[in-house]
């Protein structure tokens, strides 16, 4: 079965700070995106940053930028420069193994990032 | 910037209800997808949609659930008669032809008491 781990549960970060968030994978696709959705307390899934796993330059948004390990099935994401706006639970989603999935997503558990002013 | 929306944001409904849950996918977009959510807990996908059928169902997605595309724009998850543990927030995405990022819409949170 498909599996995305996120292993911290909680992260919290002081104002102006960076902070990273974990995230392994397992899958058998050669081709894939991975990303990093953001939840507000709305509910909202907001796309934060996604990274193609055929290029091996990590993706960068603004102050959010990743660090995709191939090999080991890596994907953390870093926030530089905390602001109270980027406290929310924060998703790794890769897409499910095999070739017929119609591009169907797994989600990990969930990391709450608080950010402390 | 185009995005997806859904209908209703709540919906409160009692046990064995029918619910309609409607979405309008980004326009120029071909697969579609449900996601739930139950509170505190991780998305989880339900089915996905194309070329007018259901192209993959999880073990949630049982014959209580049905999806539709009535007409150009719409894309609706229909749950027939709720049940307690259906409460959840119901996420529709979608995404374009070559299926790289699926953009999720607001969300619908239902509650069946």
């Known amino acids: 079965a498909q599996t995305v781990t996120q292993s911290q549960p909680e992260m919290s970060v002081q104002e102006a700070e960076t902070v990273t968030l974990s995230c392994t994978y397992d899958?058998?696709?050669?081709?894939?995106?991975l990303f990093w959705y953001k939840q507000p307390p709305s509910r909202q899934m907001i796309l934060v940053i996604r990274?193609?796993?055929?290029?091996?330059q990590n993706a960068t948004e603004n102050r959010f930028s990743v660090n995709f390990q191939k090999a080991a099935k890596s994907f953390s994401l870093k926030i530089s420069d905390s602001q109270l706006g980027d406290a929310a639970m924060y998703f790794c989603a890769s897409p499910a193994q095999g070739g017929t999935s119609y591009g169907k997503l797994t989600f990990g558990q969930g990391t709450i990032l608080t950010v402390h002013p | 910037e185009p995005e997806v929306t859904q209908t209703p944001s709540h919906q409160v409904t009692q046990m064995g209800q029918e619910v309609i849950l409607r979405c309008v996918p980004i326009?120029?977009?071909?697969?579609f997808y449900w996601y739930r959510q139950i509170l505190g807990q991780k998305v989880e996908f339900l089915v996905s949609?194309?070329?007018?059928?259901?192209?993959?169902k999880s073990e949630i997605f049982d014959d209580q659930f049905s999806v539709e595309r009535p007409d150009g724009s719409n894309f609706t998850l229909k749950i027939r008669s709720t049940k307690l543990e259906d409460s959840a927030m119901y996420f529709c995405?979608?995404?374009?032809?070559?299926?790289?990022?699926?953009?999720f819409g607001p969300g619908t949170r239902l509650l069946v008491l």
């Open positions: 899958t058998s696709e050669s081709d894939y995106y």
């Open positions: 326009s120029n977009h071909l697969y």
């Open positions: 949609f194309y070329n007018n059928e259901i192209s993959e």
């Open positions: 990274q193609e796993a055929y290029k091996q």
């Open positions: 995405a979608s995404t374009g032809p070559s299926r790289e990022t699926q953009y």
